[in-house]
Each structure stands twice: as structure tokens, then as C-alpha cells.
């Protein structure tokens, strides 16, 4: 460890709350699919920023979107009409289909949003209950974290909303017991990414649907990191033919700055009223600028990239589990968002591969999580097979 990462370390133990155990890895910049160390060393990497950066790092249409629009201005009050957000809003009602776009500043306060506004639709009746799955995340804050499943995320911060439920993930019969008349919301990931990279089955959904109809509640998306081309669709729940009543997103949709939405259809196009909520830097014109720029590279042929280097990797991953038989339990996902479950754990590979100077992250224990950028290519695909059969056969 050189002088400047150990004076950077002493520095942030010292001034800053324990809430991220940090690589011991000072990132001086990123070129495409690759973070550069301040030693000189080159990772590639197979995180994105945690599905954010979803053009890498250093994109030329990224820095000319953020370059224009400092010139002109880089922040102005929500009192003011926005170009940048008018733009992105009508590009992400193209792409989804819904009615009405709020603009927050992370995934979490989207998901705030979607209950505020759940809990302002059904004001006045017994529909007061949020359900979410086992294994979900949605957030962090005491709104979102009451949806989270996992206890590790939870103990310690109650008391938590009431009126929560948390179902097990892809059971209908639990679905058709639990959900009734006084069901409100129903929020669920299509590919749960925090919990493993469990993918919904089209039985959960085609049920969701038919319970949706009988009892009139509504279904949020959480699209925060499966969202903006991650699954080789605009959103995963495409793939699975549910049209949700709200969207929530974030991560790749500011292209790396801060930005995150709820969007919503017909039904509740016109529940919020003047003052009912806001946000001071949701829909940041800079970040705002980024969105328009990512959508505008995805819709000008990036899909076919996304499935292209999804394929061979899936193809690869699954010659390793029958090539390193009882090492590899499960490779499944979609696109770019891949989940490789280990039969053990997971954090040693993590480390073996950052020595190999390939970053990927593990969830959930033992599952390998891939969420590359977009425009990886078919070279970085093969580096990342062939460093991971490296240190998993060693």
C-alpha cells in the first residue's frame, strides 16, 4: 500500500461514519469498461458503479451532455421550467408507456414517492397494506427499508411503517392467501438484484395480474437496478408482460449523477397536488442532460450489444459449472444482469479476482453479481471467463 491510499484511509476512518467497508482501492479514473487505480493499475469492471454506469466510464456523449449544460446553468429552483427535465421526462414516458414522471435524486426517495402516493390514492379506505417479497430491497430510508426484507438492513431502526408484509418471492399460494381487499400496493422487483439475482417466474406475474383485477391495488416496479437497457429492454417487467401501475428508477438513468424517478400511469396521473411533494435537486438539469444521453445511445442500437455479450457469457458460465462440477450451483438472469451462485462463499473469489484486476461484487453470501456496463465488449467478456475460470479452478 503506497503513502496515498494509507493518509486516505487514516482520513476517511477518521472523519467519516462506518457505513461502507471500502476496497482499499483509490480510483484515480475510468476509461470505457476500466477503472484506473492511482498505482497504474487497470480493472476491468464488472459492477458499473452498481449498475450505474451504465455507458462506462469517460463516454464521449456523457461529457458532451454534462459540458453543455454547465455552460449554461447547473442548477435552478423546481419553481422554474427545466428543458433537460421536459426531455428525459418525454423520453422515459416513450419508454415505458406511463402517463407522469416525478424526478427525485436516488432510488430510495423514488420508492418513498410510489408509498406517499399509494397512501394519498386509497385515502379515505381500508387499502392500507404494502407487500413486497422475501429477499427485496428497496431502500434505505424508513419508508423503503420497511419493504426491504432482509433483517441485517432492518435491526436496530424501528419502530417501521405498519400496514407492511413481506411474501415469499415467486409463491402464487402465498400470493392468493395474503392478497385481499385491503392490499394497496404490491412492489416487486422482476429481478431481485441486492437479494441474489432471482428472476420472477411468469406464473407470479400472470397471478399479480389476475389478483391486480379482483382487488384493485396497485403494482410498483422497482426498476432502480434492473432498469435502462440492463435486461435488454428498457425495463425487465417487459419481459415478462406485466404493465405495472407505477416505476421506480434510478441508478442508470443519470448516467453517474444522482437521479432517480417515479413514474406513473392513468390511475394516478393525478393524485399528488401543488405542494403535496417535492424535492430541491430531484430532476438536476446536469443529471437530467445524462439521462436524455444515455437513452438516446441505448435507442440508437446499444440493445443488440446488451444481449449479444449476455449470451456468450451465459454460454461460458454454464460450460464452467459442468467443466468445475459442484463449484458453480446456478448462472441465471437477463442481459447484463447475471447472477453466478456459488457452492460456497462468495467474498474470496471477489478478492482473487480484483488481484486478476477484474472487479465483480458478490451478494446474497455466495452469488457472483455482474452488472457491466452496456457497452462491454466482446474482448472484456473473454477476459472476465477467462480470469473467473482461473480462480475458480485454483
Known amino acids: 500500500m503506497d503513502d496515498k491510499l494509507r493518509n486516505i484511509i487514516a482520513l476517511e476512518e477518521s472523519d467519516f461514519f462506518r457505513t461502507y467497508k471500502r476496497l482499499r482501492i483509490l480510483v484515480e479514473r475510468g476509461e470505457g469498461c476500466y477503472l484506473i487505480t492511482n498505482n497504474g493499475d487497470k480493472l476491468l469492471d464488472m459492477f458499473g458503479g452498481l449498475a450505474v454506469n451504465v455507458l462506462g466510464y469517460n463516454h464521449p456523449e456523457i461529457n458532451a451532455a454534462i459540458e453543455a449544460q454547465i455552460k ?18 418525454s423520453k422515459l414516458i ?24 399509494t397512501r394519498k390514492y386509497f385515502k379515505g379506505t381500508e387499502k392500507k397494506n404494502l407487500i413486497s417479497f422475501t429477499n427485496a430491497f428497496h431502500g434505505r430510508t424508513l419508508g423503503a427499508l420497511s419493504l426491504t426484507a432482509k433483517a441485517k438492513y432492518k435491526e436496530d431502526f424501528g419502530p417501521l411503517l405498519t400496514n407492511t ?40 406475474i400472470k397471478e399479480l395480474i389476475t389478483l391486480r383485477n379482483k382487488f384493485e391495488f396497485l403494482i410498483v416496479a422497482d426498476e432502480i437496478q434492473s432498469g435502462v437497457g440492463r435486461t435488454g429492454k428498457f425495463c425487465a417487467y417487459e419481459n415478462f408482460g406485466l404493465i405495472p401501475d407505477m416505476v421506480v428508477m434510478a441508478k442508470g438513468i443519470g448516467g453517474g449523477l444522482p437521479l432517480g424517478a417515479l413514474i406513473g400511469d392513468e390511475r394516478v396521473e393525478d393524485v399528488f397536488g401543488y405542494g403535496e411533494h417535492g424535492s430541491t435537486f430531484g430532476g438536476n438539469p446536469v443529471a437530467c442532460a445524462c439521462g436524455a444521453a444515455v437513452i438516446n445511445v441505448l435507442q440508437a442500437g446499444l440493445y443488440a450489444n446488451i444481449m449479444t455479450q449476455s449470451s456468450y457469457l451465459q454460454t461460458e458460465l ?13 448462472v441465471r438472469g437477463i442481459g ?32 457472483i453479481r455482474l452488472l457491466p456496463p452496456l457497452i462491454l465488449s466482446a474482448g472484456d467478456s473473454e477476459l472476465f471467463i477467462n480470469e473467473f475460470r482461473k480462480v475458480l479452478s485454483a
Do not use: W
Open 72 to 89: 449554461k446553468y447547473i442548477h435552478v429552483s423546481n419553481y422554474f421550467y427545466q428543458e433537460k427535465q421536459i426531455e428525459l421526462a
Open 94 to 117: 416513450g419508454a415505458t408507456g406511463m402517463k407522469k414522471v416525478f424526478f427525485s435524486n436516488s432510488g430510495t426517495e423514488s420508492v418513498e414517492a410510489a408509498i406517499k402516493l
Open 165 to 204: 408484509k413481506t411474501l415469499p418471492f415467486n409463491s402464487v399460494e402465498e400470493l392468493r392467501k395474503n392478497i385481499d381487499e385491503n392490499t394497496a400496493a404490491i412492489f416487486v422487483e422482476c429481478i431481485q438484484g441486492e437479494g441474489g439475482v432471482n428472476v420472477v417466474t411468469e406464473e407470479f
Open 318 to 330: 454454464r460450460k464452467l459449472k459442468k467443466d468445475l462440477s459442484g463449484k458453480i450451483k446456478d
Open 336 to 367: 447484463l444482469m447475471l447472477g453466478i451462485e456459488l457452492a460456497f462463499d462468495g467474498a474470496p473469489v471477489v478478492q482473487k479476482m480484483i488481484d486478476n484486476k477484474v472487479f465483480v461484487n458478490c451478494t446474497n453470501r455466495n452469488v
